[in-house]
T-cell receptor, first 113, second 113 residues
Framework: SQQGEEDPQALSIQEGENATMNCSYK?????LQWYRQNSGRGLVHLIL?????REKHSGRLRVTLDTSKKSSSLLITASRAADTASYFCATDALGDSWGKLQFGAGTQVVVTP | ETGVTQTPRHLVMGMTNKKSLKCEQH?????MYWYKQSAKKPLELMFVYNFKEQTENNSVPSRFSPECPNSSHLFLHLHTLQPEDSALYLC????????????FGDGTRLSIL
């Protein structure tokens, strides 16, 4: 069953603007990860946030996690055309020791020059 | 260079054919995964292998048969597929356990005639 759901489904912005996308999930988790997928390619891991963390940064990426609301957000600051891709959240269910991930359907981001 | 290589990149086959997808990882990981990605749908986890043992089979039809001869190689054997099996098949690897990022190949685009 689908665990993560991203919002919005699609986002179109101009270079230099910030892009924010959200992820909601249904069950308690060990951690939450964000991935990027360029057209015709595989997914690339961006960042992982653990259930006891509230915010994490990596370069131009900022991720927040609110376990009480079962939601996360990914902010890309000062976007570039190269950020055009689909972005997915993936959750690792609490109690799962094998690290199986459940992915959402993704947010498609288009950054125009 | 993703470290995870999938072949072939594209495959067109008839419903009565038998073919195999191959995945190879050079990252020293001990867990490998097969996912199915269809348009507008979340990634579907098909099979998980940890330390060469299959630990997950998400109710995948028997016309898909995985094989993991060692921790570096993973195959997906296909036979008597249906048109709805047309999709992008992604392989991933990671260290086994919770909180490990997964590394993906670029997938095999499968079309069933």
């Amino acid at each position: 069953s689908q665990q993560g759901e991203e919002d919005p489904q699609a986002l179109s912005i101009q270079e230099g603007e910030n892009a924010t996308m959200n992820c909601s999930y249904k069950t308690s988790i060990n951690n939450l990860q964000w991935y990027r997928q360029n057209s015709g390619r595989g997914l690339v891991h961006l960042i992982l946030i653990r259930s006891n963390e509230r915010e994490k940064h990596s370069g131009r990426l900022r991720v927040t996690l609110d376990t009480s609301k079962k939601s996360s957000s990914l902010l890309i600051t000062a976007s570039r055309a190269a950020d055009t891709a689909s972005y997915f959240c993936a959750t690792d269910a609490l109690g799962d020791s094998w690290g199986k991930l459940q992915f959402g359907a993704g947010t498609q981001v288009v950054v125009t020059p | 260079e993703t470290g995870v290589t999938q072949t072939p990149r594209h495959l067109v086959m008839g419903m009565t054919n038998k073919k195999s997808l191959k995945c190879e990882q050079h990252l020293g990981h001990n867990a490998m995964y097969w996912y199915k990605q269809s348009a507008k749908k979340p990634l579907e986890l098909m099979f998980v292998y940890n330390f060469k043992e299959q630990t997950e089979n998400n109710s995948v039809p028997s016309r898909f048969s995985p094989e993991c001869p060692n921790s570096s190689h993973l195959f997906l054997h296909l036979h008597t597929l249906q048109p709805e099996d047309s999709a992008l098949y992604l392989c991933a690897s990671s260290q086994a356990g919770s909180g490990q990022p997964q590394h993906f190949g670029d997938g095999t685009r499968l079309s069933i005639l």
